[in-house]
């Protein structure tokens, strides 16, 4: 059983896997917003295939590949407003870059050099942003869920016209934060909508072996939350789908909990090999259901892009995030102060104390960078 808000008009296709138009379009979008949303997919794609490779190439440490949920992505975090925040669970700094985290500071992070902006505190691929509201996350599972309550709990306390999207994997289903968060959400009536992006596997573990439902969607009936599915390849369905239930979260309606299926077609990370839990006859079938092909013939189909044209914005693209490598590979590293800093107004004895000795300690190994100086204690 799911508890759905009738009221609510939302598609769980609108473009079809063959790029027709099977229901009408989102109101408002127009041509040039459907080019706009094409780029964003391709932006995340061409910065997913560089990262992938600067790893293997063991010039970056860590990567979740976005590859398979730049639909997903681009569309739900399309329909969040500049004042909304967004939640991440693990893959959504493709939706960070669409929403103001310059391209500079996502690969500075991916190198944890001297231009990012978790000061070295955060492994690669965790990034933040104060200027749209995008909190550094945890690779643990689902505690970005009860946080993203907490403040959405904030926001309605304080009388803001804020709402927060809260995302996460289907495997997260089974974690603690999602059940408390969820519980105190619908309790509370916070302004959320929490989005879980069904990719097929959580690691190793596939989706129907997470839970017994039906549906992701069913697991809002507990907390009297309303749940919606749709085709997560669809980046028109999901932006439709995720406008309605923000509207709905901002009238002061409630939370609401939206399952997006799409596919992981890489590795949970750049550490996982897929090989070993699942046959190359269901990647490939996935595969041959692209989200950013199936758009660009929908795109190509009503003239939007005209022929070739798909070609040129990736290499434009390219050429962006290329030289945006060189230079942050040409950066300083990450100084060695900042790993205590920050946290009092002032170092205190005892972090200078652990500080001085951590550096004569790499000095003397020879592990360490040089350091920029004891401080006086």
Known sequence: MT????????????????????????????????????????????????????????????????????????????????????????????????????????????????????????????????????????????????????????????????????????????????????????????????????????????????????????KGVAYGIPGHEVDGNDVLACFQAMRALVERARRGEGPSLLIVRTYRMLGHSSSDDPTKYRSEEETAAWAARDPLARFSRFLEQRGVLAGGEAQRIEDELFREIDDEIHTQEAAPPMPLKPLVEDIYAEVPRHLRVQYNDFIRVGERLGDAQPGDGEFPL
Not at 104 to 113: H, V
């Open 3 to 218: 508890i759905t808000d009738p009221a609510l008009s939302i598609h769980e296709r609108i473009v079809d896997e063959e790029g027709r138009a099977v229901e009408a379009l989102p109101d408002g979008v127009d041509d040039a917003y459907l080019r706009e949303l094409y780029v964003h997919m391709a932006r995340v794609r061409c910065v997913d295939q560089r990262m992938l490779k600067l790893q293997r190439a063991g010039r970056i440490g860590f990567v979740g590949s976005m590859l398979g949920q730049e639909a997903a992505m681009i569309g739900t975090a399309a329909a969040l407003g500049a004042k909304d925040w967004l939640w991440s669970g693990l893959r959504e700094g493709g939706a960070a870059l669409m929403r103001g985290l310059p391209l500079a500071e996502y690969i500075a992070q991916m190198y944890c050099n001297s231009g990012d902006t978790a000061k070295g505190r955060q492994m690669c691929n965790h990034f933040q942003h104060k200027g749209s509201n995008y909190p550094s996350w945890s690779s643990v599972i689902g505690t970005q869920i009860p946080h993203g309550v907490g403040a959405a709990f904030a926001t309605k306390h304080r009388g803001e016209d804020a709402v927060h999207g809260i995302y996460f994997g289907d495997g997260a289903t089974s974690s603690n934060g999602f059940h408390s968060g969820m519980n105190f959400a619908g309790v509370w009536k916070v302004p959320a909508v929490f989005v879980c992006v069904d990719n097929g596997w959580a690691i190793s573990v596939p989706s129907q072996a997470q839970t017994a439902t039906g549906s992701y969607a069913d």
